[in-house]
């Protein structure tokens, strides 16, 4: 979000979601679960795609 100049408030705003859910995703260590309609709207406000927000970090072997 940072690269994009936005805030979590505008944000909130612009995907309807609460600013607290908005800076619970942006600081959550694994993914929450998010619907499709959320993860577009995100999407389409930070002009990204879903990759540029989501990395797959396989599990470590033991």
């Known amino acids: 979000m940072a690269d994009r100049k936005i805030t979590n408030q505008a944000l909130s705003q612009v995907v309807g979601m609460h600013p607290v859910s908005i800076s619970k995703l942006k600081n959550a260590d694994d993914m929450p679960a ?5 993860l577009a709207k995100l999407c ?3 002009n990204c795609t879903p990759a540029d927000l989501i990395q797959y970090v396989p599990d470590a072997e033991e």
């Open 44 to 46: 389409d406000a930070l």
């Open 34 to 38: 998010i619907g499709g309609e959320t």
